[in-house]
């Protein structure tokens, strides 16, 4: 709330995305009604203002440097909604990584059903080790002069943008799709091109308001062609390489209350077909769970003492999606047990001093497991990872037109 608050200030009476759009802090306020109808006649107002430049069929290729130093690169594009489905275990070539909690879908459709534009922050992650897609974009890009380039507000760094639109630019992204997409075909023909790496639930809003309208315009007696242009049937993205250096992946690990440590990490071990090791101090430990995929850090206290364990596993998927179920398993049989989700490991030794408390401790995300994870075992548990830092969030400045 204190931060967009700051953003209000900071924006003071100029025409802004932020009249635009509709913070989640907002989603269940009184007053959403209100700010629902302000948004609309911003968007009106805007369109018809001169706010905008003029439309046009373009990519842009954005770097984006934080003020950690990191600068992240992303292609902005149109994707089919067709094309992408939420559910567990989909075959379609966008998937999502997190489960979606149904109940979250109606209060955001009421946000984008009839709006005149879209603003997304939405971020797609490519499977693309071979950098061919976004950097090869952007060093085509980056031969003309920047569409748009300056600081952010509130600490957040800077953006540039360039367009895509010459047809040799174009053409060079289409064969980079190409080339990714014969990669990530598998034996039984679907791909897995993207997965939703930010916005998940906004996309799976995009998701049903397409597939309502698409009945009202079925229903209307609208021709296939009609249907199939429709503005509504595409979601405004930001595209991301995971293997781009300026991305930073983040396990977000756990605490557990009222459990006992000894009983805890015997259970996991066995779950987890795991060894028990004991290691001598914090240092130890943080060095072997960093340089491990598959190894799990518990910080407790006994009688006053620190005490720090690890379990090493031979799990090959994503570490989080084996271990959250175990947790959910060992939680329900123990009357009392609470968890709670930690970022940064400070927080995860501050809370092992605590006497009720069992820190865990994650090992980094390996992001070559990334996508045969969710591709094998369906959307990550929830809390499994953070993209970065808060402002580091993708900020709302392109538009498209939605309903018109």
Not at 25 to 32: A, F, K, N, Q
Not at 214 to 219: Q, T
Not at 345 to 356: A, D, Y
Request: proline share 4%.
């Amino acid at each position: 709330m204190d931060y967009w608050k700051k953003a209000e200030a900071a924006a003071g009476g100029n025409p802004s995305t932020l009249n635009l759009i509709l913070p989640e802090v907002y989603l269940g306020s009184p007053d959403r009604k209100e700010r629902l109808e302000k948004i609309r006649k911003s968007m009106a107002d805007y369109i018809t203002g001169n706010v905008f430049d003029a439309e046009a069929e373009e990519f842009i290729y954005v770097e984006r440097t934080s003020s950690y130093g990191r600068t992240r690169k992303g292609l902005v594009c149109a994707i089919d909604l067709d094309t992408y489905e939420w559910k567990p275990f989909s075959k379609n070539l966008i998937r999502a990584t997190e489960a979606t909690i149904v109940e979250r879908i109606p209060p955001r459709k009421e946000i984008r059903k009839n709006a005149p534009l879209e603003l997304p922050h939405i971020m797609l992650l490519v499977n693309d080790p071979e950098h061919c897609l976004i950097e090869k974009a952007g060093k085509n890009a980056k031969k003309n002069a920047p569409f748009y380039d300056g600081d952010l507000m509130l600490n957040a760094g800077h953006i540039s943008g360039w367009a895509i639109k010459s047809e040799e630019e174009l053409d060079a992204v289409y064969q980079s799709l190409e080339k990714i997409f014969n990669k990530n075909t598998a034996a039984d023909g679907s791909t897995f091109m993207f997965a939703v790496g930010d916005g998940n639930h906004s996309l799976a809003t995009a998701k049903a308001v397409w597939d309502e309208y698409k009945e009202e315009l079925k229903a209307q007696g609208k021709s296939e062609k009609e249907i199939a242009e429709s503005n509504v049937r595409y979601a405004l993205v930001e595209i991301v390489n995971i293997y781009d250096e300026g991305l930073t992946f983040e396990p977000i690990h756990r605490v557990l209350f009222n459990a006992y440590p000894y009983k805890l990490i015997s259970f996991l071990a066995e779950k987890l077909d795991g060894k028990i090791i004991e290691e001598d101090n914090r240092g130890a430990l943080e060095v072997n769970i960093k340089n491990s995929k598959a190894d799990f850090g518990f910080v407790y206290t006994v009688d006053g003492t620190m005490r720090y364990t690890r379990i090493a596993t031979k799990i090959t998927d994503l570490a989080v999606s084996r271990l959250q179920p175990e947790l959910d398993e060992f939680i329900k049989k123990n009357t009392g047990v609470e968890i709670d989700y930690i970022h940064g490991t400070e927080e995860v030794f501050r809370l092992g001093q605590k006497e009720n408390a069992v820190s865990v401790l994650l090992p980094p995300i390996a992001k070559d497991s990334f996508f045969d994870t969710i591709s094998g075992r369906g959307p990550l548990p929830r809390k499994s990872f953070s993209m970065g830092e808060a402002d580091e969030k993708r900020f709302y400045l392109e538009c498209r037109r939605l309903f018109s």
